[in-house]
């Protein structure tokens, strides 16, 4: 397979997690004497976003790779 192919495949999984991550973030909800859905939360969005990063990072080295 060609480099840029393996970081399109890279970079649509990363796009896959950051779109789970943040229907996590938006989804989780708690209740009781400890409540940790506030830190779920913070975690989801901030993995949400490094996913996202990359995605965007390895899709422009897609682009980037020279097509022989």
Known sequence: ????????VISI????ITILAIACAITGSG???L?????ARAVCIGVAVICG???FV???C???????
């Open 53 to 55: 990063i990359l995605a």
């Open 62 to 68: 897609s682009k980037a790779t020279p097509h022989n």
């Open 13 to 16: 999984v990363f796009t896959l």
């Open 35 to 39: 409540d940790l859905s506030n830190i």
């Open 31 to 33: 209740s009781g004497f």
């Open 1 to 8: 397979m060609e480099k840029g192919v393996i970081l399109k």
């Open 58 to 60: 390895t899709w422009k």
